[in-house]
């Protein structure tokens, strides 16, 4: 008998390794944001998407050259609207109208994009606003889920708002205590209706990172998904991480406003490489392991036992973003500003070890750099430029000052797309075709954007605006 049963269990091994290496990652995209000084073709990073099997992508906007690119792709999308939108929206449904023939009804022909999800806005609700969103954000919702209705897009899409995983808290970190946020209750209330009503799913960014960013005592491992740290038992189920307990603690908030079965979409989850201590490729490389495996074992949550919807944040990263919520911001991608990978991630969920496929076809500015001589512009340089891996715990926060420096001044120099006139810095900068790389701080070169008319008067307007500010300077003194 024993022994018949040990052979059971081996077969039972044998069955799941079998289906595991079968398994394949279905439930997943990637998030592809644009806040860049030289964001890449949009027909290049398309075929690195198919190139590393990704079939759906997130999108901040309806910009017209990247929705060309996906057209005819299969990709399936998540097209969106900013926030600085939302108040025309809101305020007259005829611009909804518009809103959406103009991005979306122009999309829906033969070989057009294949538009699953609207997302209304950006984490509209975060307390950080200060409610600027908190009167527009529904009335656009409801305008625009009638725009699409009326011109019958919606049997193949629906309208949702991603939220951040801040609209709702809970008591003692307990998932059973969630409730939405006090200050915007109501409204989510009357939000979660509409969207029961009218079968959208709802969508929340939950991030790990931040959680272990935001509270130094928090317990290290409970951020990943690898089981060893301690496991916090609430209501009957036991809760190893940080990012099933979030989840569950909206499955709860849900339940208490009486809704059991709105379909939730994960809309952005990541780990960042630079800009804090926590923030290395190394660590990346540990969260996203353990979400992929996750992900292609299709258990859900200890609440919501079922296949999960994600979205990776994200695909590239962006220098220009803004470091109000940390200098770890513009180092969420999976690869770089260039599409090189960053760290081993097998997008199948086997934990293979192996590096993500490179863009192709990229073509970067002269090897060049801009060094320090002598000069102590580095507030200035950094301001405009991207000084973000110098900080505490970061790639370069170990150079010497001149290193410093001259780390500011080619950042910026790149940033600005190696214009001569900002490596200059009143004499005391110069061009050399040297790599000051040092160590595993990088020293970049930057891209030849794929650029459209909009992108370079953008680049050169802010070059323009620099060089003013570098005048006032120079006559200050
Ligand atoms: C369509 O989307 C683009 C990009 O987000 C936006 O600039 C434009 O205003 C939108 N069109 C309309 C008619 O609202
Ligand atoms: C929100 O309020 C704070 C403090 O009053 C202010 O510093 C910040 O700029 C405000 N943010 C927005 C988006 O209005
Ligand atoms: C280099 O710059 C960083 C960030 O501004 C600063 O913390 C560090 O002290 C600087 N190092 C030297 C040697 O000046
Ligand atoms: C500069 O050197 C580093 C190694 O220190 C290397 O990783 C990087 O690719 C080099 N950069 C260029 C532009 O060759």
């Not at 809970?170 to 409730?179: I, L, V």
């Not at 992929?292 to 944040?313: I, Q, S």
């Not at 470091?323 to 991608?333: A, C, M, S, V």
């Not at 001259?406 to 075709?433: E, H, L, P, W």
């Amino acid at each position: 008998m024993a022994g018949r049963a040990a052979m059971l269990v081996n077969l039972g091994t044998v069955v799941m390794t079998v289906l595991t290496l079968a398994s394949f990652v279905e439930g997943f995209g990637v998030n592809w944001g644009n806040i860049a000084s030289h964001p890449l073709n949009p027909d290049i990073v398309v075929r690195m998407l198919k190139e590393n099997k990704i079939n759906k992508v997130k999108l901040f906007d309806a910009d017209s050259w990247t929705m060309n690119a996906l057209a005819g792709s299969g990709m399936e999308v998540m097209v969106g609207i900013p926030n600085n939108l939302l108040e025309t929206l809101a305020d007259d449904y005829g611009n909804a109208k518009d809103w959406v023939k103009e991005n979306i009804t122009a999309y829906m022909r033969k070989d057009g994009v294949n538009i699953k999800y609207v997302a209304v806005g950006n984490e509209p609700f975060l307390s950080a606003y200060n409610g600027s969103y908190l009167k527009t954000t529904f009335p656009a919702l409801k305008n625009i889920h009638r725009a699409l209705k009326e011109a019958g897009h919606t049997d193949v899409m629906k309208a949702t708002i991603p939220q951040n995983a801040e609209v709702y808290q809970s008591a003692n970190d307990k998932p059973s205590e969630g409730d939405f946020r006090s200050d915007v209750k109501q409204i989510m209330l009357d939000i979660v209706k509409f969207f029961h009503d009218n079968d959208l799913p709802f969508t929340v960014n939950i991030y790990p990172f931040l959680s272990l960013y935001l509270n130094q005592h928090f317990p290290v491992e409970y951020a990943f998904f690898d089981g060893n740290g301690q496991t916090i038992p609430d209501n009957g189920k036991n809760y190893d991480n940080v990012f099933d307990a979030n989840y569950d603690t909206l499955v709860y908030a849900l339940n208490k406003a009486g809704i059991k079965d709105m379909k939730i979409i994960v809309g952005e989850v990541g780990w960042p490489t630079d800009g804090h201590k926590y923030a290395t490729p190394k660590l990346a490389e540990k969260f996203y392991a353990g979400l992929m495996k996750r992900l292609a074992k299709d258990v859900g949550t200890p609440l919501r036992p079922e296949k999960l919807e994600v979205y990776l944040f994200g695909l590239l990263d962006e220098d220009m973003k803004s470091i109000l919520p940390g200098p770890f911001e513009r180092h969420w991608g999976i690869f770089r500003y260039d599409g090189t990978p960053k760290f081993m991630l097998d997008f199948t969920g086997q934990g293979r070890k192996i590096v993500p496929v490179a863009e192709k076809g990229v073509q970067y500015l002269d090897k060049q750099c801009c060094n320090d001589e002598v000069g102590p512009d580095l507030d200035y340089a950094c301001y405009h430029g991207d000084c973000t891996a110098m900080l505490y715990g970061s790639t370069c926060s170990n150079l010497d000052k001149i290193q410093n420096i001259s780390y500011a001044f080619n950042m910026f120099f790149q940033i600005q797309g190696q214009d001569v006139r900002a490596c200059d810095f009143r004499g005391s900068a110069m061009i050399t075709k040297n790599n000051a790389s040092v160590g595993s701080c990088l020293f970049p070169i930057q891209i030849v954007s794929g650029s459209g008319d909009f992108r370079i008067s953008y680049v050169f307007g802010r070059f323009i605006v620099a060089g003013l500010i570098l005048l006032g300077l120079v006559t200050a003194i």
